[in-house]
């Protein structure tokens, strides 16, 4: 059981072995790099590829799980981490009782919830497909995300100067005042339409009687467009300088681009391959943006075309996580399909 591995990001040892062992009764070729990445082969022709993650945000370690009617929970313990063994085992599943061999790569990546560092090593050439699909958004089935923004990650320190608190505080600068003037001037999550800031981390001070010395601020700005990040970055810039302006102190301001944006026009032969997979299952497909990184970021950006779709997870990276039964078998009946319609199309 695939729950039952408790695989959190630089942890996936265990779960990557059940899910090669698997692999190999199906007769994958299988090779694994030096991160722990699973890429799989089997059959001849252009293959498609399917993408899943092994890690999960969080340990599941002491995962008890509960079913309640058509969903499968945790007892409230831990996260359920079906972000994203709920793909895995989609994919898994689907290829047991599949009756046909289509050509296939199958990609299992690691440590995804940490930026997407697994698809990250990846070069271009360790891939052969041109078109695939990870199975990884929480969202019902149906869902493909054509449109993801790219993100930028935030490292700004803030210098005052230490003193202590009490004999000697006119002498020193209060980085976490200063801190507080640079958040206070801050604009909301939505800088604009199509891009957001968030700062979720502060790190500072050293004890309670000395004037704090020093601020850390960690965030991030993601947006749709990739220019715009640096644009954006230099804004945030400028209201910095701004709060510390005449306060004797002094910042640092780094920014640093994670990973790139892509977009699969939505008239695009992937798509309407989904469409048409998807009528006579009576699934509705809904094309759209979402407002998360995923490796399908990663993959788009090494020339594969790829979607990301939804697999029926709700409360990913919360202990309320849950997945229901009938989302997964519907998304496998889909998976179904569109592997044979990949196999008889070109057969």
């Known amino acids: 059981m695939l729950a039952a591995k408790n695989s959190p990001s630089g942890e996936e040892g265990a779960l990557a072995a059940e899910v090669a062992s698997v692999l190999k009764g199906l007769g994958f070729a299988l090779k694994q790099d030096c991160l722990g990445n699973i890429i799989a082969s089997r059959g001849q022709g252009d293959p498609l590829i399917l993408c899943a993650h092994l890690d999960t945000v969080e340990s599941t370690e002491g995962l008890g799980i509960k079913i309640e009617g058509d969903y499968i929970k945790s007892s409230g313990n831990t996260i359920l981490g079906a972000d994203d063994k709920a793909g895995i085992a989609i994919i898994l599943a689907t290829l047991e009782t599949l009756d046909c061999q289509p050509p296939l790569e199958l990609l299992f990546t690691v440590q995804e919830e940490k930026g997407m560092v697994g698809s990250k090593a990846l070069e271009p050439g360790d891939l052969k497909a041109k078109w695939g699909l990870v199975l990884d958004a929480g969202e019902p089935v149906g869902a493909v995300i054509n449109q993801a923004p790219g993100e930028a990650n935030l490292e700004i320190i803030i210098y005052g100067r230490g003193a202590h608190a009490a004999a000697n505080f006119q002498d020193g600068i209060d980085a976490l005042r200063l801190a507080a003037a640079f958040i206070h001037q801050l604009p909301p999550p939505a800088l604009s339409e199509g891009a957001t800031f968030n700062l979720g981390i502060i790190q500072g001070g050293v004890a309670t009687n000395t004037i704090c010395p020093q601020v850390r601020l960690l965030g991030e700005i993601r947006s749709f467009e990739d220019a715009r990040r640096p644009v954006l970055a230099s804004q945030l810039e400028g209201l910095l300088q701004s709060a510390l302006a005449g306060s004797g102190g002094s910042y640092g301001f780094h920014c640093r681009d994670s990973y790139s944006s892509y977009l699969v026009a939505a008239d695009h032969p992937l ?26 970021n990663i993959l788009n950006n090494l020339g594969v075309t790829v979607v990301n779709l939804g697999i029926g997870v709700e409360g990913n990276h919360s202990f309320e996580e849950r997945v229901s039964v009938s989302a997964m078998e519907k998304m496998s009946a889909w998976l179904q399909a569109i592997l044979k319609d990949w196999y008889y199309g070109r057969h």
């Not at 798509?271 to 399908?296: C, M, N």
């Open 271 to 296: 798509i309407q391959f989904l469409k048409r997979t998807a009528a006579p299952l009576h699934i509705e497909v809904d094309v759209h943006a979402r407002f998360a990184g995923s490796d399908a």
